[in-house]
């Protein structure tokens, strides 16, 4: 570590280590690139530390303790089922997270690129100082990625500590709470919200707007509200949270809905009302990079910020904040820095799932804005029930929806409810981006019996020549 006012020279700095970082760090190395990577906290960022990873252990946990409690049609009887939440918990970050953040640091090893622990802000548009335990350095750069991700929105009224969490405590309560409230019903509301239902608590959701996971269609959002209030859930719509009181072991929210004061209390209470870019303490106004009015780096579609040399990727930049959109971002800042001019955002679709009691996905266009475009489509919508493996699986909830262009038939979006959208939206995201046709699908080949076969059956649908339906 060097201390002092000279700045190192270095080559591609990039700062964060998410999916958006760590992989625009591995794909600049490979086009040639010598880069450093600045990290505050742990590699892998929020979504294999804290976000999609570890939510989704604790998810398929609860979907097994639920499906060890439950009866089955097949016959299989258990007795005295008991969860262990502290090996829960150890297998979580010990098994999961652990094993993905040292096989990322053994890839950035494997790049050659440099690792720095510390927190980095800009001092202008060529150095950045980085704060260290023990002092700090400064780097001076001829590119940078910058790739801060995000943190959750604190509501003012309700602080975090003790009882009043965010997702990162929900991850690693010490004990299945009895009573969880959650304020904002949206894909990590609900996602969490869920684990814990499927584990015995009694979880209550108290959301502002007049639906839960926004993003998804009421069609699509139903199966997953009517199972949630089959656990005990309840959801409580166009509700205004106001204030929260603690006392040593409980927590009691006041909230408002329809012009009434109401109040619920829990044991905890997990406030998830959406995520705030990381764009106000990196000392941006050091330099010409600008923000939108909506407080996130303006990029252009290679990435670029207003600075030629500085580029911005992921939850930092406008648009949904996922991981797979900030790995995708992150390949084209590399090659874009890389000297490639034809490095470009142009994707037609981004997927987005929520991993619900019953998955929900969605790729491309979706009802809404088809309806408000005015859009001449063609709908077709084919059940799970009618699918073999679906039935063998005993797994028969939910339905596929394409949409199609009434005259060319290419496909514009998809929609999927059930066991494994999350896997099955990708050859659909696949055939928009290629600009395949329902036809195209229906005459691909799909193995027998699976899933995937009701993707066919929904083209058949569309083209007008059902098998299954
Ligand atoms: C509970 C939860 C579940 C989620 N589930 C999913 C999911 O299933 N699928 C999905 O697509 N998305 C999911 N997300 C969202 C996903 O985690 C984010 O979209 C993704 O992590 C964004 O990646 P990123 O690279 O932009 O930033 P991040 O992953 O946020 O990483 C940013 C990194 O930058 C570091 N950093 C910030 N400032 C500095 C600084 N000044 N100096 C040095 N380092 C700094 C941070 O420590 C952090 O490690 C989930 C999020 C949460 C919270």
Not at 182 to 198: C, D, F, H, K, Q
Not at 232 to 237: A, N, P, Q, R
Not at 283 to 289: A, E, I, Q
Not at 341 to 361: C, G, I, M, N, W
């Amino acid at each position: 570590m060097v201390v002092g006012a000279q700045a190192r020279d270095v080559d591609t700095i990039i700062i964060g280590s998410g999916p958006g970082g760590y992989v625009a760090a591995i794909r600049a190395a490979e086009l040639g690139q010598k880069v450093t990577i600045i990290e505050r906290d742990e590699i892998g960022g929020v979504c294999l530390n804290i976000g999609c990873i570890p939510s989704k252990a604790l998810i398929n946990v609860g979907h097994h303790y639920r499906e060890a409690i439950s009866e089955t049609p097949f016959g299989l009887e258990t007795e005295n089922v008991t969860l262990d939440w502290s090996k829960t918990q150890s297998w979580k970050q010990n098994t999961v997270v652990n094993t993905l953040t040292s096989g990322v640091k053994l890839l950035l090893k494997k790049h050659h690129v440099d690792i720095i622990k510390g927190e980095a802000t800009f001092n202008d548009n060529e150095t950045v100082n980085i704060v260290q335990d023990d002092g700090h350095e400064l780097l001076q750069f001829n590119n940078a990625i910058i790739a801060t991700g995000s943190r959750p929105i604190e509501i003012p009224s309700m602080p975090f500590g003790d009882r009043i969490i965010d997702s990162t405590g929900a991850l690693s309560l010490e004990q299945i709470p009895e009573k969880l409230i959650i304020v904002g019903g949206g894909v990590i509301g609900s996602e969490l919200g869920g684990v814990y239902a499927n584990l015995g608590t009694k979880v209550t959701i108290i959301e502002g707007l007049d639906h839960t996971l926004n993003g998804f269609d009421h069609e699509m959002t139903k199966p997953v509200l009517d199972d949630f209030k089959k656990q005990g859930g309840e959801v409580v719509t166009s509700a205004t949270a106001k204030s929260a009181v603690q006392t040593a072991d409980h927590v009691t929210l006041n909230y408002e809905v329809d012009g009434k004061e109401q109040s619920v209390t829990g044991d905890y209470l997990l406030v998830a009302v959406g995520r705030r870019a990381n764009t106000d303490a990196i000392g941006l106004n050091n330099t010409d990079v600008k923000l939108t009015e909506r407080g996130v780096i303006d990029v252009a579609e290679n990435m670029q910020t207003r600075v030629p040399h500085i580029f911005a990727i992921g939850d930092i930049t406008a648009g949904p904040q996922l991981a797979h959109k900030a790995s995708f971002q992150g390949k084209i800042a590399a090659a874009a820095i890389s000297g490639d001019k034809q490095a470009r955002d142009l994707h037609y679709s981004l997927p987005a799932v929520a991993y619900t009691q019953f998955e929900l996905a969605t790729t491309g266009e979706d009802l809404e804005t088809i309806k408000s475009d005015n859009l001449e489509v063609k709908i077709s919508k084919f059940p799970f029930a009618g699918n073999g493996r679906a039935i063998s699986m005993d797994d028969t909830t939910g339905f596929i929806r394409l949409i199609s262009d009434k005259k060319t038939n290419a496909l514009l979006g998809a929609q999927i409810v059930g066991p494994s959208a999350s896997d099955l939206i990708s050859e659909l995201s696949l055939a928009i981006e290629n600009g395949l046709t329902t036809n195209d699908i229906s005459l691909t080949i799909h193995p027998h019996p699976t899933l995937g076969e009701a993707i066919m059956d929904t083209a058949e649908l569309a083209d007008g020549l059902p098998i299954h339906i």
